[in-house]
């Protein structure tokens, strides 16, 4: 195909520093690429590759320091990481901005991470861990981030003697394979960390499979919670009670007078409003 009639402007404009001329493909998820049609597997091949070629561009022009000024410059800085990682980019020039105090380039750092782990599994974070024995607590648990939030992970998280670092930050996402004895585990590490919000959610997500203790637990947790004008416990508040207590009302394990006491405290009732969705 020969050149396009607007070729020679778009040269023109595009900038020549490797910076400011990729900077575009970090701003979002899916920016929009100059492909003919929409084909979503296409288009996102197209963008992994575009965005490998960038990150190989910026580094050869400037080592660390432009992937550091590029992160801090992109909306997306956790996606400069993973394609840091597909460029090729080693591991002790990357890892190191872990121990960073700058958020973007710290998340930068985690998206180096997640995509080294996604290539090398968890063989690569134990051996990374091992070779890293002077690594801070957080350091150690932002790495430990990078990999799914599941059983294998938090058992590292318990050797490593992080598990306050870890759980304070940590996304819950509890696939089908979360047995009833994982998802306690994860709410109470929740719940010990402060994060009442999401360890409601997965109990009211898994509430079924929920362990009527960590049920009753999570809901004293809430309601407490609920009692400061402030508190941020989700919008979805109002059915998750309504979930929970519905699967309690099925159990032979807590008395009936305990799921009275539930039923309609103030933060609860039909009249409080700012707390329950459109239709409870």
């Known amino acids: 195909m020969g050149p396009g009639p607007f070729d020679p402007i778009t040269s023109a404009l595009t900038p020549a520093d490797p910076v400011s001329r990729n900077k575009w493909l970090f701003e979002g998820s899916h920016p929009l690429l100059p492909t003919p049609g ?93 070779s890293h024995m002077e690594w801070s607590a957080l350091t150690r648990a932002l790495l430990l981030l990078a990999a799914p939030s599941e059983r294998t992970t938090w058992d590292r998280v318990q050797a490593q003697g992080v598990t306050a670092e870890y759980w304070s930050r940590c996304g819950v996402f509890l696939g089908p394979a979360a047995t009833g004895d994982d998802i306690a585990f994860a709410i109470g590490q929740l719940l010990a960390a402060g994060q009442v919000a999401q360890a409601f959610d997965q109990a009211g997500i898994h509430a079924k499979e929920t362990p009527t203790p960590t049920l009753l637990a999570t809901l004293d947790r809430v309601l407490e919670a609920l009692q400061d004008p402030e508190a941020k416990v989700g919008q979805m508040v109002g059915y998750y009670v309504v979930q929970i207590l519905g699967v309690l009302d099925t159990r032979d394990d807590v008395d009936i007078g305990r799921i009275a006491a539930y039923e309609c405290p103030r933060p609860f009732c039909a009249d409080d409003q700012e707390h329950l969705p459109a239709g409870e």
Do not use: N
Not at 79 to 102: F, N, R
């Open 38 to 130: 929409f084909d979503y597997h296409r288009d996102e091949e197209a963008l992994r590759e575009l965005r490998t070629e960038a990150l190989q561009d910026v580094f050869a022009a400037g080592g660390v320091d432009r992937i550091r000024e590029l992160a801090t410059k992109a909306k997306q800085p956790y996606l400069v990481g993973v394609a840091a990682a597909s460029a090729g980019v080693a591991d002790d020039v990357l890892l190191p901005l872990l121990e960073t105090t700058e958020e973007a380039v710290q998340l930068c750092a985690m998206g180096f991470a997640y995509e080294r782990y996604r290539i090398g599994g968890m063989a690569w974070v134990d051996r990374t861990l091992a």
